[in-house]
């Protein structure tokens, strides 16, 4: 007997994209994404911003992901939509919107793990798209989080060791600023990383326990190493930008890889999953290639389109516990900080 098709319409509003997506199982039919420009004037997202955007784009952008996969919405067999963690208002706009179309379409409502998430977009229908198996380490890297995860299955994870103060991501576009990028600095910084000296100049690593991370200080070593450099020379950044990137992307990969390579040991599991906006980063899956030759080890790397905030990662976990009958209550509330 052949298996029935589900159809799942995924939302993600955690932070400034509004995205849905549209899966029939765990295939992806749509994944649109509506970015908002408006927050470059402003070198970061701007929360009340970003919430009025969503309102704005979240009608289009779910009618549009029905249209692209040619599902009428009375054949959706539930929604799935980000909890957390996220920006309140952000996440809010979201939640109620799935909660009205899934209470009118009297469909299950399921709710979803952001960070969850990144890692489970590894379980995506793709061509070319290789499957972890369990267990396997994920590190998610993001403007918001860094953390190295063991998973054991589906829904059984394990957070190993998060960071402490501030995610990599903001260590990418803090740095970006000082050098007067614009914002997202990081595909900036990383474009022109690939230009220059990586050992140029050299940024102390932080020494924090474990598997924990840090990158608080490693900004502030930037901006006193930059200010006292223009000091001596009003045009250092612009006569060593490519080396300085270079330098701040050499540092921060060390680090990352650093903390794997614990992880590796401590736990003996050798397949590493990356996900999150920051394993678009080229100098990552460099690395991360070449432990493989190195190390042994197996890396798993998700399509471009998958790593930054998207719905179709949110339709795929929707999805797995729409299998599982993990359906939500209608009175769930939205959680800026969620746990994994």
């Known amino acids: 007997m052949e298996k029935e098709n589900i159809y799942i319409l995924g939302i993600e509003s955690s932070c400034d994209d509004t995205s849905a997506a549209v899966l029939c199982n765990a295939q992806i039919l749509s994944n649109v994404v509506a970015n908002q420009e408006i927050h470059t004037e402003y070198g970061g997202v701007v929360p009340e911003l970003a919430s009025r955007a969503h309102q704005q784009n979240i009608v289009p952008v779910v009618h549009q992901a029905l249209e692209k996969a040619g599902i009428k919405k009375e054949q959706l067999h539930a929604i799935a939509f980000t909890r957390g963690p996220g920006l309140m208002g952000s996440l809010l706009v979201g939640t109620s919107f799935a909660k009205s179309l899934a209470y009118g379409l009297d469909i299950p409502l399921i709710d979803i793990n952001h960070m969850q998430a990144h890692i489970l977009a590894h379980f995506i229908d793709e061509e070319h798209q ?58 900036e910084i990383d474009r022109r990383a690939q230009l220059g000296n990586p050992k140029a100049f050299k940024f102390t690593k932080p020494k924090v326990d474990g598997l924990k991370f840090s990158f608080s200080g490693l900004k502030t070593a930037i901006l006193y190493f930059v200010q006292r450099e223009v000091k001596a020379n009003p045009n250092f950044i612009e006569e060593n930008l490519n080396d300085i990137c270079a330098s701040i992307q050499y540092t921060i990969i060390g680090i990352l890889m650093d903390k794997l390579k614990v992880a590796v040991k401590q736990t003996g599991i050798k397949q590493i999953a990356i996900g999150g906006g920051v394993s678009a980063n080229s100098g990552i899956r460099k690395a991360l290639k070449d432990a493989e030759q190195k190390f042994g080890w197996t890396s798993y790397i998700p399509k471009f389109e998958y790593t930054t905030d998207n719905a179709a990662m949110i339709g795929i976990v929707g999805y797995l516990k729409y299998l599982e009958k993990d359906f939500s209550d209608f009175d769930v509330m939205a959680t800026a900080r969620l746990k994994l």
């Open 130 to 187: 290789q499957k972890p198996s369990f267990p396997f380490l994920a590190m998610t890297i993001s403007g918001g989080h860094t953390q190295i995860v063991k998973v054991n299955s589906y829904f059984d994870m394990e957070v190993l060791g998060e960071t402490i103060d501030d995610a990599v991501g903001e260590a990418y576009d803090k740095s970006g600023k000082v050098l007067g990028l614009g914002y997202p600095a990081g595909p």
